[in-house]
């Protein structure tokens, strides 16, 4: 599975972006896509997850509420629709296929895309 994300930028607090993660489906040995964040000097974090199977979806405590994951399986495309943004959301972004359906194991992962939430 091949995979890249898309839509990052600067914006300020309060204000909202989409990302987009476009894969492509080389083989069927994952089960969910997932969206994973990392700061400098934190640890990753995984953000939200959509199964494969059921589109269940999860979300990390710190983001519930105000985040959104979807998929398009029309486009091959997961979407993650970010509300409210706060400072502390400002890292890079990726997305992930994983083989386990809650997003633990990564599979194969795209290049990040950088969200600066500042005023």
């Known amino acids: 599975v091949q995979l890249q994300a898309s839509g990052g930028g600067l914006v300020q607090p309060g204000a909202s972006l989409r990302l987009s993660c476009v894969y492509s489906?080389?083989?069927?040995?994952?089960?969910?896509i997932g969206w994973f964040r990392q700061a400098p000097g934190l640890e990753r974090e995984r953000v939200s997850c959509i199964s494969k199977g059921d589109d269940k979806t999860r979300y990390a405590d710190s983001v519930k509420g105000r985040f959104t994951i979807s998929r398009d399986a029309a486009k091959n495309t997961v979407y993650l629709q970010m509300n409210g943004l706060k400072s502390e959301d400002t890292a890079v972004y990726f997305c992930?296929?994983?083989?386990?359906?809650?997003?633990?194991?990564?599979?194969?992962r795209g290049q990040g895309t950088l969200v600066t939430v500042s005023s």
């Open positions: 992930a296929a994983t083989i386990d359906s809650q997003c633990r194991v990564l599979r194969a």
């Open positions: 489906e080389i083989s069927m040995d994952y089960n969910a």
